[in-house]
């Protein structure tokens, strides 16, 4: 969550892991390995492919945005009709790796269910980002 | 995998209730501020009051706002509480990232070297 108006609301996972960053970046970029923790996949790590995960739910549709091995990786993640941003950052620590996981921008899919939102969920959610804090 | 993701059926209405623009900018100027009557919102709605009426019934139906009949006036209110799926729903994200953690870990036991 932030407090400045311009931002999105948005979801952060941090942790200490006891790997190393080429490890984990194995589990994050590797299809067999995303689905032991995630979600079956067609993942490649290379810009601009796009791939899906599945579940029995459903399905989340997303493209590759950045690849940097080892360091970043980030993809669209396009479920539910909303679209946002999941970034993962590696950095290496004395003990391992610390893992940070940033899902951000959420906003409306273009081709996803509720057709005719366009760029106003960004703005809504700003505009109501004080109104969401009071009912906290 | 035990993991969720899975949008409740309150989310799930309450995102399409609002995904429509004309509804969203409705509910927003009630929220910032305050109850309106129907002639005041159509006055700035850019739609004709029969459509912002039909869109404040939407509205209501999803418990976004609230009527009142003050003679021949009806005053909307927005319903700041109807918002909580929207909170709920970040927070439901972080645990299942959260979960995903979990078994990352998990995984990252058993892999090789």
Known sequence: MTDTPTEMRSVVVEREIAYPTEKIWRALTQPHLIEEWLMKNDFKPAVDHRFNFSADW??????????????????????????????????PTSEG????????????????????????????????????ARIE | MGYEYRMSDAQDALF?????????????????????TVGALTARAGVSQPVVSKHLGILKQAGL??????????????????????????????????SRFDDLEDLLKRMDQ
């Open chain 1, 58 to 91: 459903g399905s989340v549709e997303c493209q590759v945005l950045e690849v940097e091995p080892n360091r970043t990786l980030s993809y669209t993640w396009g479920a539910h009709g909303l679209e946002s941003v999941v970034t993962w950052t590696l950095t």
């Open chain 2, 16 to 36: 399409k209730t609002l995904a429509d623009p004309t509804r969203r900018a409705l509910f927003e100027r009630l929220c910032r501020e305050g109850e309106k």
């Open chain 2, 65 to 98: 706002v609230r009527d009142r009949h003050e003679g021949r006036q009806t005053h909307y209110s927005a319903q700041l509480g109807a918002l909580a799926p929207l909170i709920d729903w970040t927070r439901e994200m972080a645990h299942f990232w959260q």
């Open chain 1, 97 to 132: 790796t610390h893992l940070r996981m940033e899902q951000s921008g959420f906003q409306p899919g273009q081709r996803l269910a509720y057709g005719g939102a366009k760029a106003g969920w960004p703005r809504f959610f700003a505009n109501l980002e004080q109104v969401l």
